[in-house]
């Protein structure tokens, strides 16, 4: 059987992934903003989430009803905390491990699938992107939000200066995007090349804050439109 990489660098297990977790809990109010969000614009219940972290966004979603959701990560250690974390909201959210470039669930699965700033660490983004397709249905909608190579230092300053974090924080996150996350991120043209070799064929791409919004759409037999650009997000946390 072929092997499959499943991310760029070192992957988050541990204590790096716990830091993250306990950095990431003070934007609760982000994702609380993005799980409004999601739930006017998903297509119907069914709802994963590529790279859930510590699960965050999940549990939000689960918390406003009505949607039955799902997260797949390839971190061992934040599928642990992401279920500790649904237990005790008191949630029904179902998180598996799993590799982005080979998701563990059928065809025509899902309505809407959402990305939040762990795309550019998947070591094979098109295969990434092609399961994306795979798995939603017919009509079925996907929302990737992740960092832009072309954001300038200052913004990503402003960025961080704005999450509300201990000084110590603000100063690791500043040099984690300089150092790591940038050279990993893509640009607008970049991920319109990406795009271009899945079943997606294009997306809608807009610029947002430091990041990138890729809104896609899998066809159907009956809707041939092109995606719709969504409403700007809440920024890109580091991962």
Not at 13 to 34: C, H, M, S
Not at 57 to 70: D, Q, S
Not at 190 to 219: D, N
């Amino acid at each position: 059987m072929e092997s499959i990489k499943a991310q760029k660098g070192m992957g988050m297990e541990g204590v790096v992934a716990k830091w993250y977790a306990a950095t990431t809990r003070n934007a609760i109010g982000e994702f609380k903003a993005l799980a409004r969000r999601v739930a006017e614009i998903s297509p119907g219940p069914e709802v994963l989430e590529v790279a859930p972290g510590p699960g965050y966004f999940a549990i939000e979603l689960a918390k406003l009803g009505g949607f039955r959701v799902t997260g797949v990560d390839i971190s061992k250690t934040f599928v642990q905390i992401a279920r500790k974390n649904a237990a005790k909201a008191g949630v029904s959210v179902e998180f598996q491990n799993g590799n982005a470039a080979a998701v563990p669930f059928p065809a025509d699965r899902f309505d809407f699938i959402l990305c939040r700033a762990a795309f550019k660490n998947f070591a094979e983004p098109v295969r990434a992107l092609s399961e994306m397709y795979r798995v939603l249905r017919p009509a079925g909608e996907a929302l990737i939000i992740d960092l832009r190579r072309d954001a300038s230092q200052t913004e990503i300053n402003q960025a961080v200066d704005q999450m509300e974090l201990s000084s110590l924080n603000r100063t690791m996150n500043k040099l984690i995007f300089r150092f790591m996350l940038l050279k990993r991120a893509y640009t607008k043209a970049e991920f319109r090349e990406l795009v271009a070799q899945t079943p997606f064929q294009r997306a809608g791409i807009i610029k947002s804050s430091i990041a990138l919004e890729v809104s896609l759409r899998k066809q159907s037999s009956l809707d041939t439109a092109l995606p719709q650009e969504l409403h700007a997000s809440p920024g890109v946390s580091a991962r």
